[in-house]
């Protein structure tokens, strides 16, 4: 399985009506990309826990995507959807970071790529 995780920021002057349309965007390109297995957002729980390293940038907004297998992202990715949902991420976004993974269960896996 592919993760597509992207950590966001809005920009504070962002209009009730752009936030809006960036977020229809969003769950129309989940709704109708039809590699996109499972789509979900969530908001970063503020309160500070010992194990955060300080210093590091705050992105208080995830996006998460899943895929079958790379081509699935990369379908998505090329979808004109997903230009439009970008279109209006790019112009609604601060800052924002976007990692891709190959996600799987089987930690003996993960130990051999893991010292890679």
Same mark, same amino acid.
């Given at each position: 399985?592919?993760? =597509?995780?992207?950590?966001?920021?809005?920009?504070?002057?962002?209009?009730? &009506?752009?936030?809006?349309?960036?977020?229809?965007?969003?769950?129309?390109?989940?709704?109708?990309?039809?590699?996109?297995?499972? /789509?979900?957002? &969530?908001? =970063?729980?503020?309160?500070?826990?010992?194990?955060?390293? #300080?210093?590091?940038?705050? /992105?208080?907004?995830?996006?998460?995507?899943? %895929?079958?297998?790379?081509?699935?992202?990369?379908?998505?990715?090329?979808?004109?959807? =997903?230009?439009?949902? &970008?279109?209006? /991420?790019?112009?609604?976004?601060?800052?924002?970071?976007?990692?891709?993974?190959?996600?799987?269960?089987?930690? &003996?896996? %993960?130990?051999?790529?893991? #010292?890679?």
């Amino acid at each position: 399985m592919i993760v =597509h995780v992207v950590l966001f920021r809005p920009r504070p002057d962002v209009s009730d &009506g752009d936030r809006d349309r960036m977020l229809e965007a969003m769950r129309v390109a989940a709704r109708d990309i039809p590699t996109v297995r499972r /789509f979900r957002i &969530g908001a =970063h729980i503020a309160e500070a826990v010992p194990y955060v390293i #300080s210093g590091f940038p705050s /992105f208080p907004w995830i996006a998460l995507l899943e %895929f079958d297998d790379e081509a699935g992202l990369r379908t998505y990715l090329a979808h004109p959807l =997903h230009r439009d949902l &970008g279109a209006r /991420f790019n112009a609604t976004a601060e800052a924002a970071m976007i990692y891709d993974f190959a996600i799987t269960e089987e930690l &003996g896996q %993960f130990k051999s790529q893991y #010292s890679e």
